[in-house]
């Protein structure tokens, strides 16, 4: 079974704080995503990556940073946490597309990040 | 313009009582279709991909079908433990992943 952790399920942090959110995947996924997930607005994609030390800007990127260093790991970054940033943090993996198609993405437990 | 949209938003059911829920797509190009299930405070859980048009998926009171424009859950006699969110996604030919809204499922014993 594919497996994806996050560092971890709950987060409180004072604004102004940098703040790190860690994700792991075990299965040697190619692609990387982090999200945000509100209550009316869905999951919106805020930075994506398809290999080591690459990074795409998603829909909502502003206030955020990436960092892939290791295949299996992805971070993101909030670099002055705003009250605006409190939300539920989804990380997803996926392999690179088969010759069949698409792959689906593998999500995470989520982070709960409460900013006061 | 959204790319997909799910329908309806919250869908009650009595424990038994069969229904479908709706995955309707507008992207270029459909290079795979997914269903997930989430549960309230958790991630999204992977349930089904889909690739072409006619093709059918099963997973216990489940069925995922597709067609050129859109896609069906159907959940037959489902139980309360089927309750939770059902997310709809599509990846294009640009390598996009497009999100649907969710259909929210409350079956009540």
């Known amino acids: 079974d594919v497996k994806v952790t996050q560092s971890s399920r709950y987060l409180v942090k004072r604004t102004g704080e940098k703040v790190f959110l860690e994700c792991v995947q075990d299965?040697?996924?190619?692609?990387m995503f982090w999200y945000r997930q509100d209550p009316g607005l869905g999951l919106r994609l805020i930075y994506f990556s398809y290999d080591v030390k690459m990074k795409e800007k998603g829909d909502i990127p502003e206030g955020y940073s990436v960092s892939r260093e290791k295949k299996e790991r992805f971070s993101l970054i909030l670099e002055s946490a705003s009250t605006n940033q409190t939300s539920m943090y989804l990380c997803a993996s996926s392999p690179l597309p088969g010759t069949s198609g698409g792959a689906g993405q593998y999500f995470g437990p989520g982070t709960r990040l409460t900013v006061t | 313009e959204d790319q997909v949209t799910q329908s309806p938003e919250a869908l009650r059911l009595q424990e038994g009582e069969s229904s479908s829920l709706n995955c309707s797509y507008t992207v270029s190009g459909l290079r795979g279709l997914f269903w997930y299930r989430q549960d309230p405070g958790k991630g999204p859980e992977f349930l089904f991909t889909?690739?072409?048009a006619g093709e059918e998926k099963e997973k216990e009171r489940l069925k995922a079908t597709l067609t050129k424009k859109e896609s069906f859950l159907h959940i037959t006699a489902p139980k309360p433990e089927d309750s939770a969110t059902y997310l709809c996604a599509v990846y294009d030919n640009f390598n996009k992943f497009y999100f649907g809204s969710g259909t929210k499922l409350n079956v009540k014993p």
């Open positions: 889909l690739y072409s």
């Open positions: 299965m040697d996924h190619e692609n």
